[in-house]
């Protein structure tokens, strides 16, 4: 049984996730949504997962996540809760991003264009990025347009932004911890740059290199690999539809 | 038996009764419970340069006003299709029609609406922290040492919900996402209900009270091409073939088409079989 990049991405980001937090992911988001019920299913039983902020523990994966699809939550919140969360904190949060850069910053807002800014869709939650414990990182598309040495605009902030760290911004918490791409899952380094640490397929690594905006290592970092176990709850209690599957 | 009282108009009354709009929010939240067919008659009312709002992500809604020419300023953190891709309209009005974005993600939104809520000078947002966004941003107000962001109202508040009854109070099968704040901060709350029924705390527990809704409008699949939670899932292929027909610059046909039609025919022209399939999705 192999599973498809996507159940790879949900699976090793499940391995992120610990016992007893809090996170939350976004509205548009399959595969952080798929991670966070596998990891309840599996190590994290006691995590909290907030859909879109506001369905509370949802027991199933929709095509979309605020569309109408019952999601079955244990409990609903609205609004006026994730207001009160963003400002409270929590363990983790997920973010997707038009441009993603070396630091982890994220742009949702607006790319540079040789005709001029071009507006992106806009972010709802910019502050988690500070007031949750950590973040998580996740794209589509590993390509340079995506992984840019640096965003043009920071809708969230990583690592380092124009050469002042973090701290220096007077940031709180850890920032981004992971970055997931279809080829590759990166982490900080000391600097806080991201550097590939797995790999999830077999496709050149002129290929990675050339898709990211960055320089990265020469040498092609040691494969990904669920258990069968993972893989086979994955699609037997999370995924039952395939949606990961359909996706690739 | 049809369902009467005060508060219950018609999408024709409501049509007509737009004329002094400046100023409209839009609640639900993406692709779920927005007041799309409240947007259409807003479509053919004919108002223009309004200032548009909505709860913090807005999908086909908001592009189709944008797309119209009749918004001129937009606070709103997020537009999109979700999973279909950008906000087709909107993207093309950005260079060509003038429409100003005000930056704001979902605290200066939000806090907007609760310092309306409170009617307070300012909430506090003690945790804006630093990026591209807050810097500089004009919506963001320094007071006694506390930033924070000052209060946000509309003339009209447009609100969806399942189910409702004549005295304005409302039951949401899934989240009521912003819509107690955008209500409190309206001078005016219209709601359209796929079902009025003569109570609502007879189908089950009221999550908006009437007391802060002025009109109610019964509209069966009021929310399509999005989706009513507990009723029927968002059309996605509608909206995709809307961006695709955006994109190839058939806006205004579209708008012709599925928007200056009456609602009994806009239902027409989706279907029955379509319908019943959004239904059946909603209910597996």
New interface residues.
Partial sequence: MSATIQEQMAIAMSRELRDNEVVLTG??SAVPLAASLLAQRSHAPGLTVLG?G??INPQRLV????????CRPTA?????D??AI??L?IDVMFYGGMQIDEFGCVN??EVATPK?PL?????????L???AKRTILFTSRHEPRTLVSAVD?????GHARRGRTRSE???PNGGPAALFTPAVLMRPNAEGAFRPDLTFDDRPWQEVLAGTGWAIDEQRPPRFYPTEEELTLLRSSVDPDGLLRAQG | MAVSGPKVTSLEAFEASLGGVRSVALGG?????RPSALVRALLRSGVSGLFLTS???ASWDADVLIGAGRVSRVR?????L??IG??PA??HA??SAGVE?E?C???LL??GF?AANHRAPVQP??????????EGNPLVREVGGFRGVGPLTVDVAFLHAPVGDPAGNLVH?????????IARAAKRVVVQVDRLVPRAEQVGTVSIPGYLVDEIVEVPFG?HP?????????D?DHLGRYAEQVRAGGFAEYLADNCQISHEDYLDRVGDTVLAG?VA????
């Fill in positions: 509205a548009a879109a506001v369905y095509p979309e996540f605020s569309a109408g699809w019952d609903v919140g609205d609004l006026g994730v207001f963003t400002e904190g949702v807002h001029g507006r992106g869709p806009g972010m709802a939650n910019t502050m990025g500070h007031t605009f920071a809708s969230v902030i911004l007077g940031l | 939240m993406l692709l779920e419970n709860a913090p992500a709103i953190p997020h537009i999109s979700a999973g950008l906000a909107a993207r950005e260079g974005y930056p993600d979902e605290a939000l806090g609760l947002l003690d945790h804006l922290g630093v990026n591209d966004l807050v099968a899934g989240s009521r996402w912003a819509d107690v704040l929310a999005l989706g009513s939670v507990g009723g029927y899932v968002a996605l959004l999705e909603a209910a597996a």
